[in-house]
């Protein structure tokens, strides 16, 4: 009360923002409240909860280094270069962040589906994306990208230039000042960017159902394992739920972390 | 991270359901519903492949008895029990299977017995152009032809569990599905070379798809049993509406839909 | 290594032309607003201008005309900005390196040549900071050894010292005066002190354009231009040669002393006066000034022993009793009065 007077707040305030705060924790006391601690160990190290957990992280690893390598050089062109038809290209690549996941799903497989838009070319190639991995790792991709994208285009326009034009007077070459000024300034934000899309990758449930499948250890993530397990264990259900939980915690903890050391 | 939201979400709902439908005051509304028949509405938790045959029937009983309002909630049947359970307002329930009603049963849940309405049995979907040429449920152990099951821990892949061991074959799908609409999904799209569905999915998929019978269908026969459920507001109302579909009237619908007699 | 440079940026109405002769340093003064910053940014290949042509000791900077554009990594300009700018992600010697290590030097080279320039602006001691671990002084210091370690053969210095504590303007001035000594130089500055001590040539911008130029000396002692008799502390009045003295557009006639032959009537030309020969007075004064203007006091500003009277046009440089005698203070409405011999008519 006291720091909400100094702060200038009205003290009405915090009537609504302590029961927000509870709609939030609520659930999540609740989630924990009901798991079988007495077999809880068991449940989340069964072999299906384990194949689903590594699987997890093996696709989630992979499509964040894709966010990093496709995501950094779109954030450099959208926070350095101007070019008509930015603002439209920014709220394309930013869509996935606001699409229900479902819907990415079935765009992707009219892409890289079958009889999809690349569909021919894929085969052509050899490659086989339905109901594999790879197509995990696609979904949620697509999913994820955008949060590197914004997060790290925000880093760069708050850095600004003038410490790269100052760079570039020292003799600096375009490539050498993305190297040595431009990405060691924006770091923090870069692995802000990069838990963020690992987090978002580890979540993604929508898309990857709709487009990739479900297949034990091949295309059936954590996220998956939960929704099936609803259907003959909730028990399992809700112990993999709260792994996904401490999980998310830990990325916050550690996006967290970052952005103070700032 | 949205499936973890969301679920957390859910759970939150059922909580609070659960005190409303715990409280014991269900004497006064009696006595208001009795003085005032004309105003009644009930609500059907039917399973999701009983969709269009039960919004079509509602109408019908809403038509023969002026007054009553019917709505629906259609889900899969596990999900519908849990809701039941967590003292969702449902006074009919509607399952895919024995099992689920069985759960409901064993909780006290349903008023009287259940009566079976219709049965569902298995029938192969193919894309149009049946592009694998699949003619017989043998060709699905082919591992070259893409098939997509239920996975086993739903109704539809326990059923596709059954045909496997009565027709004596092993089959590899390229995914285990959440639902028989997931299955039916995959198949449309041309993802799946084939699926096991259910023969109604195949009537309402009109021409998205080609349907293959097969002898060893009937060897594994889903029964869906409907009943009134004791947390019923109006009993009366909720038993005529599961009488009305074991009726005449309702088993013309449910033939017509492709459901076969129980 | 001169500089010869002719731009024009349309979108901020700027168009220059103007040398910079080899180891000489030029002084760009100007109101805020003039286009100085922009006529660096143009040199150092940080804004494309519209039109024009720069080359440095021959080399084509850019030439408009001709399609030529080099980036700045290649232009040898080295740039020294208001604030420091030293990377925070290094420390001072990195920093210092930076430039010879672009430039192919290896790590080692690059750090022992980063040393020297550091011991030349007596920054060596700072070698293991954190850039976050330095004041303002210190920063700037790095910052001009950075600049230099790179080996630019032309230096660009945008208000150095503007946003430098007061303190160490001074001994911040020594040392660009040590190390710019031969070098070509283009510094945009407020300070008549840079000017003077930095600059051997001035160039004065208004409004995007030059309004004149020359030898420091020259510019500081016989200015053409209100901004530089402002910064060279003098009064200026503008109009046309008139007998002696100068006719303001305004009417107005001031008596003078021509030292110019080129001081034909009618011809534009320039009075200037320094604020201490002029005098103030509450009622008309009789006697010999022919010089007697009305006007309010605007702004009174100690210097010293003395108070400079600020009005909307002149100034006047007064001691602190007559400010007391007089009861001068803004709003109040004075006669100057200054005596023809002490105002220098030359044609501008």
């Given at each position: 009360?006291?720091?909400?007077?100094?702060?200038?707040?009205?003290?009405?305030?915090?009537?609504?923002?302590?029961?927000?705060?509870?709609?939030?924790?609520?659930?999540?006391?609740?989630?924990?409240?009901?798991?079988?601690?007495?077999?809880?160990?068991?449940?989340?190290?069964?072999?299906?909860?384990?194949?689903?957990?590594?699987?997890?992280?093996?696709?989630?690893?992979?499509?964040?280094?894709?966010?990093?390598?496709?995501?950094?050089?779109?954030?450099?062109?959208?926070?350095?270069?101007?070019?008509?038809?930015?603002?439209?290209?920014?709220?394309?690549?930013?869509?996935?962040?606001?699409?229900?996941?479902?819907?990415?799903?079935?765009?992707?497989?009219?892409?890289?589906?079958?009889?999809?838009?690349?569909?021919?070319?894929?085969?052509?190639?050899?490659?086989?994306?339905?109901?594999?991995?790879?197509?995990?790792?696609?979904?949620?991709?697509?999913?994820?990208?955008?949060?590197?994208?914004?997060?790290?285009?925000?880093?760069?326009?708050?850095?600004?230039?003038?410490?790269?034009?100052?760079?570039?007077?020292?003799?600096?070459?375009?490539?050498?000042?993305?190297?040595?000024?431009?990405?060691?300034?924006?770091?923090?934000?870069?692995?802000?960017?990069?838990?963020?899309?690992?987090?978002?990758?580890?979540?993604?449930?929508?898309?990857?159902?709709?487009?990739?499948?479900?297949?034990?250890?091949?295309?059936?993530?954590?996220?998956?394992?939960?929704?099936?397990?609803?259907?003959?264990?909730?028990?399992?259900?809700?112990?993999?739920?709260?792994?996904?939980?401490?999980?998310?915690?830990?990325?916050?903890?550690?996006?967290?972390?970052?952005?103070?050391?700032? | 991270?949205?499936?973890?939201?969301?679920?957390?979400?859910?759970?939150?709902?059922?909580?609070?359901?659960?005190?409303?439908?715990?409280?014991?005051?269900?004497?006064?509304?009696?006595?208001?519903?009795?003085?005032?028949?004309?105003?009644?509405?009930?609500?059907?938790?039917?399973?999701?492949?009983?969709?269009?045959?039960?919004?079509?029937?509602?109408?019908?009983?809403?038509?023969?008895?002026?007054?009553?309002?019917?709505?629906?909630?259609?889900?899969?049947?596990?999900?519908?029990?849990?809701?039941?359970?967590?003292?969702?307002?449902?006074?009919?329930?509607?399952?895919?299977?024995?099992?689920?009603?069985?759960?409901?049963?064993?909780?006290?849940?349903?008023?009287?017995?259940?009566?079976?309405?219709?049965?569902?049995?298995?029938?192969?979907?193919?894309?149009?152009?049946?592009?694998?040429?699949?003619?017989?449920?043998?060709?699905?152990?082919?591992?070259?032809?893409?098939?997509?099951?239920?996975?086993?821990?739903?109704?539809?892949?326990?059923?596709?569990?059954?045909?496997?061991?009565?027709?004596?074959?092993?089959?590899?799908?390229?995914?285990?599905?959440?639902?028989?609409?997931?299955?039916?999904?995959?198949?449309?799209?041309?993802?799946?070379?084939?699926?096991?569905?259910?023969?109604?999915?195949?009537?309402?998929?009109?021409?998205?798809?080609?349907?293959?019978?097969?002898?060893?269908?009937?060897?594994?026969?889903?029964?869906?049993?409907?009943?009134?459920?004791?947390?019923?507001?109006?009993?009366?109302?909720?038993?005529?509406?599961?009488?009305?579909?074991?009726?005449?009237?309702?088993?013309?619908?449910?033939?017509?839909?492709?459901?076969?007699?129980? | 290594?001169?500089?010869?440079?002719?731009?024009?940026?349309?979108?901020?109405?700027?168009?220059?032309?103007?040398?910079?002769?080899?180891?000489?340093?030029?002084?760009?003064?100007?109101?805020?607003?003039?286009?100085?910053s922009t006529v660096l940014s143009v040199v150092a290949?940080?804004?494309?201008?519209?039109?024009?042509?720069?080359?440095?000791?021959?080399?084509?900077?850019?030439?408009?005309?001709?399609?030529?554009?080099?980036?700045?990594?290649q232009r040898g300009t080295g740039l020294l900005a208001?604030?420091?700018?030293?990377?925070?992600?290094?420390?001072?010697?990195?920093?210092?390196?930076?430039?010879?290590?672009?430039?192919?030097?290896?790590?080692?080279?690059?750090?022992?040549?980063?040393?020297?320039w550091l011991r030349q602006v007596d920054a060596a001691?700072?070698?293991?900071?954190?850039?976050?671990?330095?004041?303002?002084?210190?920063?700037?210091?790095?910052?001009?050894?950075?600049?230099?370690?790179?080996?630019?053969?032309?230096?660009?210095?945008?208000?150095?010292?503007?946003?430098?504590?007061?303190?160490?303007?001074?001994?911040?001035?020594?040392?660009?005066?040590?190390?710019?000594?031969?070098?070509?130089?283009?510094?945009?500055?407020?300070?008549?002190?840079?000017?003077?001590?930095?600059?051997?040539?001035?160039?004065?911008?208004?409004?995007?354009?030059?309004?004149?130029?020359?030898?420091?000396?020259?510019?500081?002692?016989?200015?053409?231009?209100?901004?530089?008799?402002?910064?060279?502390?003098?009064?200026?009045?503008?109009?046309?040669?008139?007998?002696?003295?100068?006719?303001?557009?305004?009417?107005?006639?001031?008596?003078?002393?021509?030292?110019?032959?080129?001081?034909?009537?009618?011809?534009?030309?320039?009075?200037?006066?320094?604020?201490?020969?002029?005098?103030?007075?509450?009622?008309?004064?009789?006697?010999?000034?022919?010089?007697?203007?009305?006007?309010?006091?605007?702004?009174?500003?100690?210097?010293?022993?003395?108070?400079?009277?600020?009005?909307?046009?002149?100034?006047?440089?007064?001691?602190?009793?007559?400010?007391?005698?007089?009861?001068?203070?803004?709003?109040?409405?004075?006669?100057?009065?200054?005596?023809?011999?002490?105002?220098?008519?030359?044609?501008?």
């Amino acid at each position: 009360m006291a720091s909400a007077r100094t702060s200038g707040l009205p003290r009405w305030v915090l009537v609504p923002a302590a029961a927000g705060a509870l709609f939030i924790v609520l659930p999540l006391v609740a989630l924990a409240s009901r798991v079988q601690w007495g077999s809880f160990w068991s449940l989340v190290t069964s072999d299906s909860s384990r194949e689903a957990l590594l699987l997890s992280l093996r696709t989630s690893g992979t499509a964040t280094v894709l966010c990093v390598v496709l995501g950094v050089p779109m954030a450099l062109v959208l926070a350095r270069t101007s070019f008509r038809g930015q603002a439209l290209i920014r709220s394309l690549v930013l869509l996935p962040l606001v699409l229900p996941p479902v819907v990415g799903g079935i765009a992707l497989l009219y892409t890289f589906g079958r009889q999809g838009l690349l569909g021919e070319t894929i085969d052509v190639l050899g490659l086989q994306i339905a109901f594999s991995t790879t197509a995990v790792v696609i979904a949620q991709t697509f999913v994820s990208l955008p949060f590197l994208v914004v997060s790290l285009e925000g880093t760069l326009r708050t850095a600004g230039q003038r410490y790269e034009v100052v760079a570039s007077t020292l003799g600096a070459r375009p490539t050498t000042v993305l190297r040595r000024v431009t990405l060691p300034l924006v770091l923090p934000g870069l692995a802000a960017g990069a838990v963020l899309s690992f987090a978002r990758a580890l979540g993604e449930f929508g898309a990857t159902i709709t487009f990739a499948g479900s297949l034990e250890g091949v295309t059936r993530t954590l996220p998956l394992e939960i929704y099936l397990q609803r259907e003959t264990d909730p028990d399992a259900a809700v112990a993999l739920s709260l792994v996904l939980v401490v999980v998310a915690v830990l990325v916050i903890g550690l996006v967290r972390g970052r952005s103070n050391a700032l | 991270m949205r499936s973890i939201v969301v679920s957390a979400a859910s759970i939150l709902l059922l909580a609070t359901t659960t005190a409303c439908g715990t409280s014991d005051d269900n004497g006064s509304d009696d006595a208001a519903t009795s003085s005032a028949p004309q105003d009644t509405s009930i609500t059907v938790f039917a399973a999701a492949s009983l969709k269009s045959s039960f919004t079509e029937l509602g109408s019908a009983f809403e038509k023969a008895n002026p007054g009553v309002t019917v709505t629906f909630n259609f889900a899969g049947s596990s999900d519908l029990v849990a809701q039941i359970q967590q003292g969702a307002p449902a006074d009919v329930f509607a399952s895919a299977d024995t099992t689920n009603m069985d759960k409901a049963t064993a909780d006290d849940l349903v008023a009287g017995s259940p009566t079976d309405v219709a049965t569902n049995t298995l029938e192969i979907a193919t894309p149009p152009g049946n592009p694998a040429g699949v003619d017989s449920i043998d060709d699905l152990a082919d591992p070259d032809v893409k098939v997509v099951l239920c996975a086993p821990e739903v109704p539809c892949g326990a059923a596709a569990a059954g045909v496997e061991k009565a027709a004596g074959i092993s089959i590899s799908p390229v995914s285990e599905e959440q639902s028989v609409t997931d299955v039916l999904g995959k198949v449309v799209s041309g993802e799946a070379d084939a699926g096991l569905v259910y023969v109604t999915d195949v009537k309402a998929a009109g021409d998205k798809v080609r349907g293959v019978t097969f002898p060893e269908s009937s060897r594994v026969v889903n029964t869906y049993p409907i009943a009134a459920l004791t947390g019923s507001k109006h009993p009366d109302v909720a038993k005529a509406f599961a009488d009305f579909v074991a009726g005449d009237q309702g088993q013309a619908v449910l033939a017509a839909a492709g459901f076969g007699a129980p | 290594m001169s500089l010869h440079l002719t731009a024009t940026v349309a979108d901020r109405d700027v168009d220059v032309s103007f040398d910079v002769a080899d180891g000489c340093t030029v002084a760009l003064l100007g109101p805020n607003g003039s286009g100085k910053s922009t006529v660096l940014s143009v040199v150092a290949g940080i804004l494309r201008p519209d039109a024009g042509r720069a080359t440095l000791d021959g080399a084509t900077l850019f030439d408009l005309a001709g399609g030529t554009w080099t980036p700045p990594h290649q232009r040898g300009t080295g740039l020294l900005a208001q604030d420091a700018l030293l990377f925070p992600h290094l420390d001072v010697l990195d920093n210092v390196a930076f430039g010879p290590r672009s430039t192919g030097a290896s790590r080692a080279r690059a750090r022992d040549t980063a040393m020297t320039w550091l011991r030349q602006v007596d920054a060596a001691d700072l070698a293991d900071r954190r850039p976050s671990a330095l004041s303002g002084g210190q920063a700037q210091r790095v910052a001009i050894a950075r600049a230099l370690a790179a080996e630019p053969r032309l230096m660009l210095l945008d208000e150095p010292m503007a946003a430098l504590d007061v303190t160490v303007v001074p001994a911040m001035r020594q040392t660009l005066r040590r190390v710019l000594d031969g070098r070509t130089a283009v510094i945009v500055t407020h300070d008549v002190l840079d000017a003077l001590l930095l600059a051997d040539h001035v160039v004065v911008m208004d409004g995007g354009r030059i309004v004149e130029q020359g030898a420091t000396r020259d510019i500081l002692a016989r200015p053409r231009s209100t901004f530089a008799a402002g910064i060279a502390g003098l009064n200026l009045v503008r109009g046309r040669a008139e007998g002696s003295g100068v006719r303001t557009p305004g009417g107005l006639l001031v008596a003078g002393m021509p030292d110019d032959e080129t001081v034909h009537e009618g011809v534009t030309a320039v009075g200037v006066f320094s604020p201490a020969a002029v005098s103030v007075h509450l009622e008309r004064p009789g006697g010999s000034p022919r010089n007697v203007y009305a006007a309010t006091v605007r702004e009174l500003e100690p210097r010293g022993s003395q108070v400079r009277v600020r009005t909307d046009e002149l100034a006047a440089d007064v001691t602190v009793p007559v400010v007391a005698e007089l009861g001068l203070a803004p709003g109040v409405e004075v006669f100057l009065a200054v005596k023809a011999s002490e105002v220098a008519i030359y044609s501008a």
